[in-house]
């Protein structure tokens, strides 16, 4: 199948006399656009130093392969699965998403959506029922990129007779043959996510790039807390805003800390906090003001503040 | 006899690149396409066996290829057409149906005549592949 002829890179590829003058690396990176996918990347993600920096590389090697392609260099198709390991909340999915978008822009998926699995989505409940099930994910993923999340629960060792086992070997199928009409993206856990790569040496040689997501401090959580105050329209009075970087300290050191997603929920509990205590008010009108502050009483009555007391 | 059935019929046959593009063009009208077999392929058979369900959710034509490609190596010697169903309201129906595989060898049709009262004639047409049952008629 060759429904992917670009024309642009034909061309070039007819122009560029074999060592002749030098190629424009400035507008090819213009015209991918790629530039404003990385921006916007810095941009609404906080933090993440090392994972931007492993973006920025890969879409580098990306670009600089389409331009060596276009010399009539020798480039292989480059190996782009990926591993996205790292605690929960921590932006996978939003970077996977992300991916899908730059290599939509480079060229190297067709359509660019990202279709997010777990197990469930992949693997079936009786004898034959796996294969069907995970060749019509497959099939929709096809042109864009397949996000795994919690890859390593697709393969459990205790349980011999587990289908898993036959998702994963449809899916190294498709990565292996497959590799110019999508992108597979596994994502988990690093420690259990390690486990699963030493258990399944054929699904690690497979995949090119290990990113590791590292946690946020309590000053990038406190960013993002801005971040979705913005989005959602709201604001922190200077008390609240001062109760929520003590709440983030509390709330990390807790278990089931979940990064940035457990920020999200307390925000909304707040949310909730503050539309009773603006609906107890009866009485007096209400500004525009109110309806956007969110005071600090309604974080203080946090359960993490609570437990504190006890 | 060539079959002469649904779009691009009376063209040679499409290669795989050419109903990949075909596809895309469906796809990007937001039809949603579905893999039909049979091996009776008399012009009032209009409702062939479905391969598969008609993919709804798939975005890119390499996953219709891949259904295509499992439905010829099920039923390398039957016919086999792809269909897209525009699911617009007031449309709903087929815009585009064409056939991507054929038997080897097709036989043509048997032209019956019957003699009725008088010196009527009736005539009707007849698959010489039905002769044998179904699954053995190619």
Redesign the interface.
Known sequence: MNARVDPMQSRDGQNAAPGGEPLDLEAAYRDSHVGEVLDNLDRELVGLAPVKGRIRDIAALLLIDKLRRAVGLSSGPPALHMSFTGNPGTGKTTVAMRMAEILHRLGYVRKGHLVAVTRDDLVGQYIGHTAPKTREVLKRAMGGVLFIDEAYYLYRPENERDYGQEAIEILLQVMENQRDDLVVILAGYRDRMETFFRSNPGMSSRVAHHIDFPDYTPEELAAIAGLMLQEMQYRLSSEADEALRQYIEKRRVQPHFANARSIRNALDRARLRQASRLFERKGGAISRQDLQTIEESDIRASRVFREQHD | MRITQGTFSFLPDLS??QI??QI?YCLARNWAVSVEYTDDPHPRNTYWELFGTP?F???????????VN?CRRTFPNHYIKLNAFDSTRGRESLRLSFIINRPPAEPGFDLVRQEGPGRTVRYTTRTYATERPEGERY
């Open positions: 795989d690149a990949a593009k895309e993919m959710d798939v975005r890119d034509a390499a996953g219709v290829m891949t259904e499992a």
